[in-house]
């Protein structure tokens, strides 16, 4: 099973970096398997560490693949890292294993700490459209544009029909940078 979450990660320097990532948990750890190459890879390389964010706010996922990568943060407990301030629940890690591959290295992290700061009521159907939404973005340059659309008219339904302002929001930012990259692939880039 893959859970959607965000993972803030940091360089050499402590500088945070938000990213969603799709992670399982296998044998009691935490696999994280970002592609090559990946500012994330090489921040959880070099670090030896990570923050799984569970967050309802969508508009996170979103953001990141939209330009809109500045949330606020605050430090970990236990490791050189970040928590979202809208994190309902985060889990510290530490890498333990890599298991180096040239497209999609597997990093496997032990929790070392783990803090619920509110209840997690569960997401509405726009919420999971706008995340579904996200991860199609972040797969622009491999689906064909028209399973793009196939899906963002399906998806469309669950957003009319359930959204509230953020959920709106973070829509909006998806179907723009969409139209853009329609645009850009006609030569008619809008931005």
């Known amino acids: ?6 993972v803030t990660s940091v360089n050499a320097n ?3 970096h938000i990213a969603p990532f799709g992670i399982r948990e296998r044998d009691g750890l935490v696999l994280i398997a970002p592609f090559r190459p990946s500012t994330s890879l090489d921040n959880l390389l070099q670090s030896r560490s990570a ?6 706010d969508v508009r996170i996922f979103a953001g990141a693949f939209t330009g809109k990568r ?7 407990d236990k490791v050189n890292g970040y928590v979202l301030d809208a994190a309902l629940a ?9 298991r180096d591959d040239a497209t999609r290295p597997e990093l496997y992290f032990r929790v070392v700490h783990e803090v619920n700061h509110a209840p997690f009521r569960g997401f509405n159907r726009a919420q999971a ?3 579904e939404l996200a991860v199609l973005v972040s797969r622009l340059h491999m689906l064909p ?6 899906e963002l008219a399906y998806l469309t339904i669950a957003i009319e029909k359930t959204a509230g302002d953020r959920e709106r929001e973070a829509w909006g930012w ?7 990259y329609k645009a850009a692939m006609s030569g008619d880039n809008l931005a």
């Open 51 to 56: 923050v799984i964010n569970l967050t309802d």
């Open 129 to 131: 459209a706008v995340v």
């Open 174 to 180: 998806l179907v723009e940078h969409i139209e853009n």
């Open 14 to 16: 402590s500088k945070p």
């Open 90 to 98: 985060h889990r510290e890690l530490e890498l333990v294993e890599v």
């Open 145 to 150: 544009i028209e399973k793009i659309e196939t």
């Open 1 to 6: 099973m893959i859970y959607e979450t965000i």
């Open 70 to 76: 500045s949330w606020p943060l605050s430090r970990a």
